[in-house]
C-alpha cells in the first residue's frame, strides 16, 4: 500500500478521487499516518466530515472498511471477540452422548469455528490491512479507552482459550471524536492528531457542487451562507455539513431556485433538530435570507 501514498500529491489525488473536499492540514495528517502506520484521532463538532475522512480512505486504498461505533457501557466483548454459546452448548451436549472426556470436551467448544469476531478482532486477522474507524470514541468510558491503548501500542490481543493474535497487517485507525467528554492523555500521545472545524462558505460550497454537481451555483452559495448564519446562532444542534447536504437535496426534490421565507419555514427540519432551535429559527428566517 506504500507505494501508492508515495508524496503528500500521492494522497491528495486519492482522496479528491474519492470526493472528499479535503484542505492541507486534512492531507497531510492522513499522509503522516499512513506512512508512520499511527493512528489519527479527528475531533470536530458533528458533521464536518469526521467520519467520511475513513470510509474515503478506505475506498481510496482498496480495503476493507471496519466499523467500531462506541457507545456509554461499551466493553471489550462486543469490540473483540464473544464465542456462539448458543453452538457451544449444542456442542457440549453431542460430546456428552458420546462419552467423551473432558479435554476433549474443551477443545471442542473452544474451536475457532464457535468464535465471533467483533470489530477489533476482524481488523487485526484480516489478510490486507483494513481501515478501522473507531467512531466517537469519547463516548465510551475510560476503563474501554485503556483496553483501546493496550490494543493499538502492539496491534495484538490474547484469547485465553487460543492464544494471541498478532496482526501480520495492522490496521489504519482513525478514530473521531465530538468532545462528548475528555480523552485520556495517554491515547492522545499514542495518535496523531486533527482537529476539522466547520467549513468556510467557500469549501462548503464545493462540497455541495461535489455532491449535488446539477444545483444552480450561486443557489448552492445561498444555501452555504444561511447555513453559515445558522451557525453563529445560540442554538442546542449548530448544523454541520451532513445537514447542509441533506437541507440542498430536499429543496432540488421541491424544486426550488432560490431561497424564500416560504420554502425555507418548510424545511426548517433539515436543519433545525430540537423544539427550542425550530421556534428560535422561525421568526429570524426572513433577516437570515436577507444576510446571506
Not at 39 to 65: N, Q, R
Amino acid at each position: 500500500m506504500a507505494e501508492i501514498v508515495e508524496t503528500i500529491e500521492d494522497v491528495d489525488a486519492l482522496i479528491k478521487a474519492g470526493g472528499y473536499v479535503s484542505e492541507d492540514e486534512i492531507t497531510t495528517a492522513i499522509y503522516l499516518a499512513l506512512k508512520l502506520h499511527r493512528p489519527l484521532l479527528v475531533e470536530g463538532f458533528a458533521g464536518v466530515g469526521k467520519t467520511e475522512i475513513a470510509k474515503v480512505l478506505a475506498a481510496a486504498l482498496d480495503t476493507e472498511l471496519i466499523r467500531l461505533q462506541c457507545y456509554e457501557g461499551l466493553d471489550t466483548s462486543s469490540a473483540l471477540y464473544e464465542w456462539n454459546y448458543a453452538k457451544q452448548i449444542l456442542a457440549i451436549r453431542l460430546q456428552e452422548m458420546k462419552a467423551s472426556d473432558v479435554d476433549t470436551l474443551e477443545a471442542e467448544i473452544f474451536d475457532e469455528k464457535y468464535l465471533l469476531e467483533r470489530p477489533l478482532l476482524k481488523a487485526l486477522r484480516c489478510a490486507k490491512s483494513p481501515v478501522l474507524l473507531i467512531d466517537e470514541v469519547d463516548r465510551a468510558d475510560e476503563e474501554f479507552e485503556a483496553f483501546l491503548l493496550e490494543t493499538l501500542a502492539e496491534y495484538q490481543v490474547t484469547i485465553p482459550e487460543i492464544g494471541t493474535v498478532q496482526a501480520t497487517h495492522p490496521p489504519f485507525v482513525v478514530l473521531t471524536s465530538n468532545r462528548v467528554r475528555e480523552l485520556g492523555e495517554a491515547l492522545r500521545r499514542r495518535c496523531l492528531y486533527l482537529w476539522i472545524d466547520y467549513p468556510s462558505v467557500e469549501k462548503e460550497l464545493a462540497i455541495v457542487r461535489q455532491h449535488l454537481p446539477n444545483i444552480d451555483v450561486q443557489f448552492a452559495k445561498q444555501i452555504c451562507q444561511f447555513v453559515e448564519k445558522l451557525r453563529d446562532m445560540d442554538l442546542d444542534k449548530r448544523p454541520g455539513v451532513a445537514e447542509t447536504l441533506d437541507w440542498a437535496r430536499a429543496l432540488q426534490a421541491l424544486h426550488a431556485d432560490h431561497l424564500d421565507e416560504s420554502i425555507v419555514r418548510r424545511t426548517i427540519g433539515c436543519l433545525a433538530k430540537t423544539r427550542r432551535d425550530t421556534n428560535k429559527l422561525i421568526p429570524e428566517i426572513s433577516g437570515l435570507i436577507g444576510n446571506a
